[in-house]
T-cell receptor, first 114, second 110 residues
Framework: DQQVKQNSPSLSVQEGRISILNCDYTNSMFDYFLWYKKYPAEGPTFLISISSIKDKNEDGRFTVFLNKSAKHLSLHIVPSQPGDSAVYFCAASGYGGATNKLIFGTGTLLAVQP | SQTIHQWPATLVQPVGSPLSLECTVEGTSNPNLYWYRQAAGRGLQLLFYSVGIGQISSEVPQNLSASRPQDRQFILSSKKLLLSDSGFYLC?????????FGPGTRLTVT
């Protein structure tokens, strides 16, 4: 049972336009959500996170939106740059005491065309 | 600042051979430590996590084991590798809700 889903395996966007990456979850106990960026043969890099008490968090060109009723979150990148081309993973966690385990989606490959 | 190291970066091992991957963290104390595997074309699967020295929890039954002999050292092992153990292994640390990943080890079992 996949609790975090990224239904689009890939996305292609023109440089300067907006990239929107989507993520759905099924577990209503999740209360913290994260986005990671991963280049080939490297470890994922933490990008941005959002707590379930918020519906939006912004950091520079990156904004994450959370719709709790729809169990949906999205990452907006504006403007998109060729260096943003990578695999993006969303992850979720519920408050589990000391462990803070993350459940990851399967990733979306973003290609930003110059 | 905190840094996380993993070695080796790449490894090619025959089926049935042992495995030892090491991960160390600098610049933080008493972190949670995690081992993940990314199989080809798939997401990140949590294998083990540790909240302290000697404390290991396994997420999936498998051919692998983990140990934490020191506060900032996490080791992934196997006595006999299987072909299905091939993948990209990632170590991560965290003290809050975020986790920070190492560079990973590409393991190919032949």
């Amino acid at each position: 049972d996949q609790q975090v889903k990224q239904n689009s395996p890939s996305l292609s966007v023109q440089e300067g336009r907006i990239s929107i990456l989507n993520c759905d979850y099924t577990n209503s106990m999740f209360d913290y959500f994260l986005w990671y960026k991963k280049y080939p043969a490297e470890g994922p890099t933490f990008l941005i996170s959002i707590s379930s008490i918020k519906d939006k968090n912004e950091d520079g060109r990156f904004t994450v939106f959370l719709n709790k009723s729809a169990k949906h979150l999205s990452l907006h990148i504006v403007p998109s740059q060729p260096g943003d081309s990578a695999v993006y993973f969303c992850a979720a966690s519920g408050y589990g005491g000391a462990t803070n385990k993350l459940i990851f989606g399967t990733g979306t490959l973003l290609a930003v065309q110059p | 600042s905190q840094t996380i190291h993993q070695w080796p970066a790449t490894l090619v091992q025959p089926v049935g051979s042992p495995l030892s991957l090491e991960c160390t963290v600098e610049g933080t104390s008493n972190p949670n430590l995690y081992w993940y595997r990314q199989a080809a074309g798939r997401g990140l699967q949590l294998l083990f996590y540790s909240v302290g020295i000697g404390q290991i929890s396994s997420e999936v039954p498998q051919n692998l084991s983990a140990s934490r002999p020191q506060d900032r050292q996490f080791i992934l092992s196997s006595k006999k590798l299987l072909l299905s153990d091939s993948g990209f292994y990632l170590c991560a640390w965290g003290t809050g809700r975020e986790q920070y990943f190492g560079p990973g080890t590409r393991l190919t079992v032949t």
